[in-house]
């Protein structure tokens, strides 16, 4: 089979980014009623039941695979549908959406960093002085420094917990590496149907602890537009394009943009009547730099295997 072309690997990943922008203003919403860890089931649940129909009929030999790497597939999927949701779910409910999606952009440096500590890669000085950029424009978000009457202790710790999630999405995204023979489609469903039964169990057993409270059916009920639609566009259709993104283009040019995250939520927020405080747009803006100066040695390192016109810093495979 050829491979995917880039512009089309490129395209992929904006949907999927711009698709998690949705994620953050639709489930502000929701888990305002039901809390963040039945929401991650709930969504998980709904969204592992179709991804496991599409596995069945697209995925070469799915069910193997899920027997043969079961405790690798299961930490990924704890750390990427698990941690990495409820973690930036619950610092979403204290915070702001446009704070949680701007985190969400930072992470190419957290991968960098986990490169250093884990790989002994060591990051060039561009790409340190690109990650300060990105530290900056989360302090610029979060008003880390302006002391703002708006800006409180609560918000402050949501968004700690959300940066403290986007680990668990780093270390999914750099776990597609270590299985080479699983399709994007075969990574997304078996990740999520390996972690599911922890991820049900675990709730299951918080709510029994009287630690959070179980959503009565009459909930789910009112809440099912946005739970199927949370479940269909921004877990399945975007993880699945994020990972044929990742695939074909590797993961720091796939990281690359979640910078189209703030950007859609500020976006859309401002349709919706909500304009962005100045402090959003500097943050967001600190960041967009700062992913810019990462992902301009690429382009000047290019030759003729790379992609430059149709999607710039991508190397063609």
């Known amino acids: 089979m050829a491979p995917l072309p880039a512009s089309l690997a ?13 994620l953050f203003l639709v489930g502000k919403h929701v888990i305002g009623v039901i809390d963040p860890v039945w929401f991650t089931v709930v969504r998980y649940a709904l969204a592992t039941a179709l991804l496991l129909m599409l596995v ?6 799915p069910w193997a695979k899920l027997r043969a790497d079961l405790a690798r597939l299961t930490m990924l999927g704890l750390a990427g549908y698990g941690a990495f949701s409820i973690l930036v779910f619950v610092g979403l409910r204290l915070s702001a959406p446009s704070h949680g999606s701007v985190l969400m952009a930072t992470m190419p440096f957290t991968t960098l960093g986990l ?25 610029t ?16 710790l949501g968004d700690l917990i959300t940066l403290a999630g986007t680990l668990g999405w780093v270390f999914y995204t750099r776990g ?3 299985l080479p023979d699983h399709s994007p489609l075969e990574y997304t469903a078996l990740t999520a149907a390996a972690a599911l039964p922890w991820l049900a169990t675990g ?30 566009v921004p877990t399945v259709a975007a993880a699945l394009a994020f990972n044929l993104g990742v695939r ?37 803006g600190l960041v967009a730099m700062a992913l810019a100066l990462h992902a301009w040695p690429a382009r000047r390192a290019s030759g003729p295997g790379l992609v430059r016109a149709r999607c710039p810093g991508v190397q063609a495979r």
């Open 10 to 22: 490129c395209l992929a990943l904006v949907f999927a980014t711009t698709a998690w922008g949705s």
């Open 56 to 61: 069945q009929c697209f995925g070469r030999s």
């Open 115 to 139: 490169r250093w500590l884990l790989d002994g890669i060591r990051p060039p000085p561009r790409a340190v002085v690109s990650a300060a950029l990105a530290l900056a424009g989360v302090a």
């Open 141 to 156: 978000v979060a008003q880390l420094l302006a002391g703002s009457a708006s800006v409180t202790a609560t918000s402050q």
């Open 176 to 178: 597609a590496a270590s």
């Open 203 to 232: 709730a299951a057993l918080a709510t029994a602890c009287g630690l959070i409270p179980l959503p009565s059916p009459a909930v789910l009920a009112e809440f099912a537009p946005q739970l199927l639609y949370v479940a269909v």
């Open 248 to 284: 074909r283009l590797g993961a720091p040019i796939g990281t690359l943009f979640l910078n189209v995250v703030p950007l859609s939520v500020i976006a859309v927020r401002a349709l919706l009547g909500a304009p962005p405080q100045a402090s959003e747009i500097m943050g967001a």
